[in-house]
């Protein structure tokens, strides 16, 4: 008998619990890495989690997101990471979906969604903090170029990341996911 369980799950405790580990590694990855101004390891964990694990990634990613407030407080870039972090792993998701193995596509993808989070971020920041108005795009421009030698570190250190961890560290999780059967 079912009871209306998904049969993909052996045990729905062991998804929560996986989702709750995913989330805690973004968490303490960020927390290590925060002393290093956007070199992370956050975009190739959710990737990974994406990739892997599916929706439960993405609920990861939600959580994640859900925790950094309650340290960081509350701010316009709570509004960029709850569209920018659970679409990584939807990406990333659709990427496995298509059976998409090849590492230079999916570093080329990590890469662009990199691009897509320095604009995101510019957007919502520029949008919030000064009003959509005549100037909104001048003022889009200078919150952009203001931030841009941080996106650049962020994008080359996901350009390199990805093509040297994602491949083994997707192997190495998919066991995981097995052994678990989720």
Partial sequence: MNLGRNKKYDSPAKAIALVGISAATLECAKL??????????????TALYGYVFGWLGVCSAVVFVC???LIYGINSWVITYFIYWPLVALVFMLLRRAKVRNRWIL???????????????SVVDSAIMLGINEHY???????????VVFYIVQIACNATLFPLLFTYLSQKLKLIRR????
């Fill in 32 to 45: 290590a890495l925060s002393f290093l101004p956007n070199v992370e390891v956050v975009t190739l964990l």
């Fill in 67 to 69: 925790i950094e407030p």
């Fill in 137 to 147: 795009f001048k003022n889009l421009l200078i919150y952009y170029l203001r931030g």
């Fill in 107 to 121: 570093t080329a993808v990590a890469v662009g969604l990199t691009v897509f989070f320095g604009i995101l971020s």
């Fill in 179 to 182: 052994n678990l059967r989720i």
